[in-house]
């Protein structure tokens, strides 16, 4: 009995002593392989310029739009809605809010920013959209 678990502790003893070791030296290889560079230094790729870095209105297209205002609807509330609206659009550019103005005519002149040209019209379709359901109530 005593034996066997003289032999226990030699295996035991042989797993920590040599294979930890082994699979130290696997894993250090392996990073070796991949040559990831240390934690906090930058990859030769951003150094050497291989990433630009966007001007702050690069990809931003601006769309203005007239909108009716519903009859029933506190204007407030529906400038909270127009803002709301636009900013859940998948085409808003979520750095610039939407610009809202009361227009002499009785409706809003809203003023959207898009990622791009193209889906200048897609954000006011789903503003649109929006406004034309009636409001959700909490």
């Known amino acids: 009995m005593l034996m066997l678990e003289l032999a226990d502790l030699g295996w035991w003893l042989l797993l920590i002593f040599v294979?930890?070791?082994?699979l130290a030296a696997t894993v250090a290889g392996l990073l070796w392989l991949l040559r990831l560079p240390p934690f906090g230094e930058r990859?030769?790729?951003?150094?050497?310029?291989?990433?630009?870095?966007?001007?702050?209105?690069?990809?931003?297209?601006?769309?203005?739009f007239t909108?009716?205002?519903?009859?029933?609807?506190d204007p407030l509330h529906a400038i909270e809605r127009v803002k709301q609206l636009a900013m859940c659009s998948h085409?808003?550019?979520?750095?610039?809010?939407?610009?809202?103005?009361?227009s002499p005519a009785g409706g809003l002149e809203i003023q959207v920013?898009?990622?791009d040209r193209e889906h200048a019209l897609a954000l006011e379709a789903a503003v649109r959209r929006g406004m034309s359901q009636p409001p959700r109530r909490a």
């Not at 294979?19 to 082994?22: A, F, Q, S």
């Not at 790729?45 to 702050?56: E, I, S």
């Not at 085409?91 to 009361?102: F, G, R, S, T």
């Open 19 to 22: 294979g930890l070791p082994v």
């Open 43 to 64: 990859p030769a790729a951003l150094t050497r310029g291989g990433a630009r870095q966007r001007a702050k209105d690069e990809g931003v297209h601006r769309h203005a």
């Open 67 to 73: 909108l009716a205002l519903p009859d029933a609807e």
């Open 91 to 102: 085409w808003a550019a979520l750095k610039h809010a939407p610009e809202i103005d009361a």
């Open 113 to 115: 920013f898009a990622l």
